[in-house]
């Protein structure tokens, strides 16, 4: 029993100094990294000369600037209003809900959520009376929309519209 306690005891103090994170006992390798895989660059090599978002006197207020059409059908909407002051969307703190929650919406005037932002996809897509955990962080999904040129041309052609379905 006493060489089991020994042995407990010595393996207990091995995964703790072990597991120690102090960086004064951390070594760091001086040994250079080889990039492998695709992108041979740094990540942001390029969007040095991306248009830069200017508005012309403030930013759009909400409720005053007309939506732009989706890019695609079942696109999710752009965001039609700054969103200065609403980012980032936090666990607990989300301003989007504060107008476009269901139950403010119509109050308000403004574009409700859909229902199936109400859909617990972890329950068996069953309702729920609170917005989707899934569908919580809302710029996940949907960017502020602003009026500045086409980096990218986009020729995006549904198959529907293709085969002439309405």
Do not use: W
């Not at 103090?13 to 040994?31: A, D, E, Y």
């Amino acid at each position: 029993m006493k060489k089991l306690m020994l042995i407990s005891s010595i393996v207990a103090l091995g995964f703790f100094v072990g597991c120690n994170n102090n960086p004064s006992t951390n070594t760091v390798s001086n040994k250079e990294v080889k990039i492998t895989g695709i992108r041979k660059s740094d990540l942001n090599a390029g969007s040095e000369h991306l248009p830069e978002l200017k508005y012309n006197s403030q930013a759009p207020i909400p409720g005053k600037v007309k939506p732009q059409s989706a890019a695609f059908e079942g696109a999710p909407p752009m965001i039609p209003h700054s969103v200065n002051g609403m980012v980032p969307i936090k666990a607990g703190h989300n301003m989007c809900l504060n107008c476009h929650d269901r139950n403010n919406a119509k109050a308000l005037g403004v574009t409700p959520m859909p229902k199936d932002h109400y859909v617990d996809n972890f329950e068996g897509n069953k309702q729920i009376h609170r917005i989707a955990g899934s569908r919580y962080f809302c710029t996940t999904c949907h960017a502020p929309q602003a009026n500045i040129p086409v980096a990218v041309e986009n020729k995006f052609e549904s198959l529907k519209a293709k085969a002439g379905v309405q």
